[in-house]
């Protein structure tokens, strides 16, 4: 929610990543079934959105 007081595109977005991040984590880890297919890929996802939120809000505070 503080992120939406910088007014900055990136730095919500990066926020949002975040967001997105744990809450993929979360479901991977209490809702998915232990043999599920899914978990895998969920983990790269999770992964994926980690990094990309960083690289997001570097990108906003340098672009300030």
């Known amino acids: 929610v503080t992120a939406l ?3 900055n595109v990136w730095i919500i977005a990066g926020a949002l990543a975040f967001m997105a991040s744990d809450a993929t ?4 880890r209490f809702l998915t079934t232990a043999i599920s ?3 895998q890929l969920m983990r790269i996802a999770v992964w994926l959105l980690y ?3 960083q690289a997001l809000i570097v990108i906003g505070f340098l672009t300030r």
């Open 51 to 53: 990094y990309a939120a």
């Open 5 to 7: 007081t910088t007014h």
């Open 25 to 28: 984590l979360a479901t991977e």
């Open 37 to 39: 297919p899914n978990r």
